[in-house]
């Protein structure tokens, strides 16, 4: 039986403890408005919010074998860190897995990429009352974190516990390296729970040395997004897909995926010059949020075209509408594999910052983004290096999606050298378990 007792922190680890505690009574208190706001008028945290307390937790059931943790924060992380877990499982299906995230679209998505996962919940709020108790309960012997999701109770309730903790397809932004910067001795704690972190590339390498963190911790393993598995259709369930939406064979289909307002407007605005050269062109929307379905739908009730919601299409079998809006989350994927091109939205929102541009250049789609690409610099640079996407303003939009459709050899050159550079880039997974498997036994 693990040994829960908990060592004696020292002044310095028990001041910053204070600290980081006091830091997040005050950000909660600040962001406790909007989270009323969000669960009680747009309904979000309905299924969440207990078990980020710490209530309606799943009980692991106690075992011989001490199962490991795996979080990741949104839905792009969960994708990218399943492909890992899953070899993971194939090597030992006696491993209890628990799996957490952050957000409500994450959890639905881990839960239908991962059925052999244990348990899934959301990770409880990092207050050491609320997850010192949940740490100890799950006893793990191993905890994955994904990417840049660091929290200070957790680790080192972690530790306390004997568990190893791993960083996988690690980043961390300018920004947040100058922060963590200007406090070195908070940094150092935090990222002293780490045994390894397996980091993207050698840039986010050298910003986790600048703050400090040892070389011969850290391990450059490239990006696990790179391996996210992509599915294809067989041509009988892509006519029924087809079908489905109300796509006519042979009819030209822009996906837009993940958009924030307002660039949902602005693409409309834009597609019109391509429905007046191509009246058969579908277009179909895909918002980032779940809660922002019903401002969309609003949104396209005030167009001159045809729409449907994804959600009514039964009741509307037969129709053929011009638009299409997404009312379902984990979709996105399938709604390229039937594109003629894609635009990768949340780059025309420089708030965002950009989402995955590599996800339609696996199904060998012509892609093309915005100027806003901050958040997926790596991948700007790959597309754009390999010449295999576009990186448009919003202006240009409309035409260029025009002379795409007007010329196959335009089109499938663009698709197909998005679709090499992704084939090159695979390997992640393999080199993440070699890093794990020189600390842990998996």
Known sequence: MADHSQPVLNFRQRAYSF??????????????????????VKGKYRDSWRQKWGRNWPMMRPTKIRPIWVHAVSMGETLAVIPLLRKIHTQRPDLPILFTTTTETGLKQARRSAPFVTEFAYLPFDFSWVIGPVVRQVNPSLILLTESDFWF???????????SVVLVNGKISERSAKRFGCFKGFAS???????????????????????????????????????????RFDQERLDTWRAELGIGKGDPVVVVGSSHAPEEK???????????KIPNMHLILVPRHPERFEEVAQLLKGQNRSYMRYSERQERAGMSPSIVLMDQMGLLRQCYQVATVAIVAGSYVEHVGGHNVLEPAAFGVPTIFGPYMHSQKEMLDLMLGADAALQLPMEQVGEEVLHLLQNDGARKALGERGLHLLQSLHGSTDRTLVALSRITTI
């Open 189 to 231: 704690l935090l990222f002293a729970q780490f045994d390894q972190l397996c980091v993207q590339n050698e840039v986010y390498k050298k910003r986790f040395m600048d703050i400090g963190v040892p070389s011969e911790k850290i391990v450059v393993t490239g990006n696990l997004k790179f391996d996210g598995e992509a599915p």
């Open 19 to 40: 600290l980081y505690s006091l830091g997040l009574y005050l950000l909660a208190i600040v962001q406790l408005p909007k989270w009323l706001y969000y669960r009680i």
């Open 153 to 163: 109770h957790f680790l080192s309730s972690g530790k306390r516990c004997g568990a």
């Open 266 to 276: 602005q693409l409309l605005e834009q597609m019109e010059r391509v429905w007046q």
